[in-house]
T-cell receptor
Framework: DSGVTQTPKHLITATGQRVTLRCSPR?????VYWYQQSLDQGLQFLIQ???????AKGNILERFSAQQFPDLHSELNLSSLELGDSALYFC???????????FGSGTRLTVV | AQSVTQLGSHVSVSEGALVLLRCNYS??????LFWYVQYPNQGLQLLLK??????LVKGINGFEAEFKKSETSFHLTKPSAHMSDAAEYFC???????????FGGGTRVLVKP
């Protein structure tokens, strides 16, 4: 157990729908990072939050949004889902003074 | 912008043989470098990292990597492969603490008995 908790582990939904992925960071970590992993794109950085504030943005689609709450858990919202959004979505957490971070076990999203 | 190139998307080694996974990076500032391993249906686990100091870094499971600035490389090695080393390995780079990691495309390792 890495200490980073992601729910749900699996999600199957239809095109056009909206889903929310949840991440609870490791105790003491203020940063949360979201990544998308697909066969054709590899590991793509989506967005980072630090202590509730957006810190960095990567290749995140406009249909996707995220937030980090006061208790530091984070949610990634994916809307108007398309078949191509099927992927593994990872959350990672880290501390400002450290280099690198700890990954959760991911949410596998399948859009049908 | 930073980038990472992993040479070879698939590597096949015999059990007991040397494992060598290649990683080259580009960075406009002194980089901080990482290797992660991903086992099937799992998240990424940190193997080792280079931040400052000794350029030869030892990690978990018998892996080590050497930072060579002149070659912009951070290759990962293990002297003797074990069946349990079958996984996908990712090299990553960042430019500062707390910043996002940029990952290479990954190298899938197959270990033959």
């Amino acid at each position: 157990d890495s200490g980073v908790t992601q729910t749900p582990k699996h999600l199957i939904t239809a095109t056009g729908q909206r889903v929310t992925l949840r991440c609870s960071p490791r105790s003491g970590d203020l940063s949360v990072y979201w990544y998308q992993q697909s066969l054709d794109q590899g590991l793509q950085f989506l967005i980072q939050y630090y202590n509730g504030e957006e810190r960095a943005k990567g290749n995140i689609l406009e249909r996707f949004s995220a937030q980090q709450f006061p208790d530091l858990h984070s949610e990634l919202n994916l809307s108007s889902l398309e078949l191509g959004d099927s992927a593994l979505y990872f959350c990672a957490s880290g501390r400002e003074v450290n280099y690198g971070y700890t990954f959760g076990s991911g949410t596998r999203l399948t859009v049908v | 912008a930073q980038s990472v190139t992993q040479l070879g998307s698939h590597v096949s080694v015999s059990e007991g043989a040397l494992v060598l996974l290649r990683c080259n990076y580009s960075s406009s500032v002194p980089p901080y470098l990482f290797w992660y391993v991903q086992y099937p249906n799992q998240g990424l686990q940190l193997l080792l990292k280079y931040t400052t100091g000794a350029t030869l870094v030892k990690g978990i499971n018998g892996f080590e990597a050497e930072f060579k600035k002149s070659e912009t490389s951070f290759h990962l090695t293990k002297p003797s492969a074990h069946m349990s080393d079958a996984a996908e390995y990712f090299c990553a780079v960042t430019k500062a603490a707390g910043n996002k990691l940029t990952f290479g495309g990954g190298t899938r390792v197959l270990v033959k008995p």
